[in-house]
């Protein structure tokens, strides 16, 4: 079984992240460079937008999981281009995808 190991992007390929606004969508607006556990940073920083989203209507809800779902395949592909690492540990969009539709079944009156 291999080791699960978290590729850190150096200070030039984060420069080259950040210099597109893909490399803005895909890193959470930069918290997926938090040094520390930067996936659960994302899913945490993803409940901020979750407190507006759940006003929602349901239909509504689900249009913007999608369209920011679409948004994050196009940025995650940007930045895995421009820095050369398949699946860098700063892309966290996918978290917000994941905690807004996990939240989408939560009991209403939630938070």
Do not use: C, K
């Not at 080259?16 to 918290?31: D, E, K, M, N, R």
Request: hydrophobic share 55%; proline share 8%; charged share 10%.
């Amino acid at each position: 079984m291999g080791t699960f190991r978290l590729t850190a992007l150096n200070a030039a390929q984060r420069r080259a992240v950040l210099a597109h606004p893909a490399g803005w969508i895909a890193t959470g607006f930069g918290i997926g460079f938090s040094p520390l556990a930067p996936g659960t940073v994302g899913s945490l920083a993803a409940l901020l937008p979750w407190f507006m989203l759940r006003e929602l209507p349901r239909p509504a809800y689900f249009i913007v999981i999608a369209a920011v779902f679409a948004l994050g395949v196009w940025a995650a592909r940007v930045v895995g281009a421009r820095t050369g690492v398949h699946d860098p540990g700063a892309v966290v969009i996918d978290e917000f995808v994941g905690q807004w539709l996990a939240l989408a079944f939560a009991p209403p009156g939630y938070s």
